[in-house]
């Protein structure tokens, strides 16, 4: 078994893949530990953040990145470095899949936004550069349908992936129908 100052001091030498991520308070329920250590198993096989050390969860950055390849006795264990840890946080919990979503049809597109009608708009999730301009227009193409916002010729399948609306409510959504 390994000692916490060995492990503390393995951890710092990065075998793993470290990744630095924003400050974020991570509830004590979601680190796995000896005690709950059967409730990870769907996670064998992922990428986790593993340590000896729980303290270290306070700062994602100090916490190197390991596969979970099995579970023993309560410990988590990485195949590739041959090591256990008492302590495991998989990724997926804090890095939830990014929803994607299907454009909007021609036809649903002109139910939300008549022509002439003005649209505030941004790139999804930037707060910085925020545009507003008004649909003067589309027209369709062999392979798409491209509307013209301001002066810009713009697709409905790039809205779709890159941008998002506010509505009359102040929400931002999506260009298009969430899969």
Request: charged share 30%; with cysteine; aromatic share 14%.
């Amino acid at each position: 078994m390994v000692t916490e100052n060995n492990a503390c001091d393995k951890v710092k030498k990065k075998r793993g893949i470290s990744m630095k991520l924003d400050k974020r308070i991570i509830d004590r329920k979601y680190i796995f530990d000896v005690f709950n250590a059967d409730k990870a198993k769907e996670f064998i096989g992922e990428d986790c953040y593993m340590t000896n050390d729980i303290e270290l969860f306070k700062d994602l950055g100090s916490i190197n990145v390991y596969k979970l390849n099995k579970i023993e006795d309560g410990f988590f264990y990485d195949e590739e470095e041959d090591e256990y840890f008492n302590f495991c946080l998989p990724i997926r919990w804090l890095n939830p899949e990014e929803k994607s979503y299907r454009p909007y049809t021609l036809r649903e597109f002109l139910s939300k936004f008549p022509m002439l009608t003005t649209i505030t708009m941004r790139e999804r999730g930037d707060n910085d550069c925020i545009v507003t301009c008004t649909f003067t227009g589309y027209r369709t193409r062999l392979i798409c349908i491209d509307v013209c916002l301001g002066v810009e010729w713009v697709s409905l399948g790039t809205l779709a992936d890159k941008y998002e609306y506010k509505n009359t409510l102040g929400d931002w959504l999506p260009f298009g129908v969430e899969l």
